[in-house]
């Protein structure tokens, strides 16, 4: 606020209004800071440009200049690769760095094995689809699944190997933190993760699931204070992926529809409160069929050899897909889509 070119006195007058921040300034009417700092219409006027000056402005770019990246980073939209070229390509390229993802279903659909699966992709160079960073996890219902995750790197090691410059020890890059209730929460995103974020760690964040703390914190008088911190939960995990250009991945969980004309039998938690929040909704689903998935032998890994029911992976919204569904198993490696 000192360096503005402005009268000393102006300067005299919003200090002892205690109005130290452009923020301030800006969000005030004329007549309020005239009030509030006893200086007349044409020093507010003068205040009010010289601050609205200092404002740093992002540069006018086009739709042009985004797609050939030649614009500030905050403004470039990267994909985070699924690790399976058929869901991939149905997500034109991957999971989007800007905005909320949400992934949404019932129980034992593959939610937390997605997200196992871009918590190591996530860490691949730029030209295999990863972004070359760690990722954060954040449970607030089960215990993380070490086990499975451990087989999966296994699988994902002997894939990239040959194609990565350099070998990456993938467990060594995911950050788990176990929150059990709102407090808890709240300080992991506002400040442990901006700390991590801050020094280029981590380029995903993972919470898994939203809906846990959200629905047991809260009795059913309480739903307007739920819908304010939910809000404001959102908005701060929008701030930082835009801030730091990273793709956020938020798990939900799934309740019975009531409507009668509802297609569907069951709809993501949280209501609209949440669903206006959410930059594309994804859900998986299990069907009722089963299929067989033929044995392998991969460097002596045994993949395959069991049954499983087929799951289907389906974009609800999203504002650059139409509305799809790709039919997935999940075995030992992870998710696959079926071709």
Request: glycine share 6%; with cysteine.
């Amino acid at each position: 606020m000192e360096k503005l070119d402005i009268n000393p006195r102006i300067i005299a007058g919003i200090r002892k209004a205690s109005l130290r921040t452009f923020e301030s300034i800006l969000s005030l009417s004329t007549p309020d800071i005239e009030r509030s700092t006893n200086l007349s219409s044409g020093d507010v006027h003068v205040l009010k440009t010289a601050v609205a000056q200092a404002v740093p402005k992002l540069p006018v770019v086009s739709a042009l200049d985004i797609l050939h990246r030649d614009c500030p980073e905050t403004l470039v939209v990267s994909k985070l690769t699924t690790g399976c070229d058929v869901i991939d390509k149905a997500l034109r390229g991957g999971i989007l760095s800007q905005g909320i993802t949400e992934i949404a279903g019932e129980s034992a659909s593959g939610k937390t094995q997605l997200c196992l699966q871009i918590s190591l992709t996530v860490q691949l160079p730029q030209k295999l689809g990863g972004l070359n960073g760690g990722a954060a996890y954040i449970c607030t219902e089960d215990i993380f699944p070490n086990k499975r995750l451990h087989q999966m790197i296994q699988h994902f090691t002997r894939k990239t190997s040959a194609k990565l410059p350099k070998p990456i020890n993938f467990g060594d890059r995911i950050f788990i933190e176990h929150v059990s209730d709102m407090e808890d929460l709240t300080k992991c995103i506002k400040m442990k993760l901006p700390l991590l974020l801050s020094k280029g760690v981590i380029k995903l964040v993972v919470v898994d699931s939203v809906a846990a703390l959200f629905r047991c914190e809260y009795e059913a008088w309480e739903m307007v204070k739920r819908s304010k911190h939910l809000t404001s939960f959102a908005a701060t995990l929008h701030q930082l992926s835009h801030q730091y250009g990273i793709p956020i991945v938020c798990v939900n969980q799934v309740t019975d529809s009531m409507k009668t004309k509802e297609t569907r039998k069951h709809v993501p938690a949280l209501g609209l409160t949440w669903a206006n929040q959410v930059t594309c909704r994804i859900m998986l689903s299990r069907t009722n069929h089963q299929i067989s998935v033929p044995k392998q032998v991969v460097n002596s890994s045994v993949i395959g050899g069991f049954q499983t029911c087929v799951r289907h992976f389906e974009v609800i919204f999203a504002p650059h897909l139409p509305m799809l569904k790709v039919p997935f198993i999940v075995d030992q490696e992870g998710i696959k889509a079926l071709t």
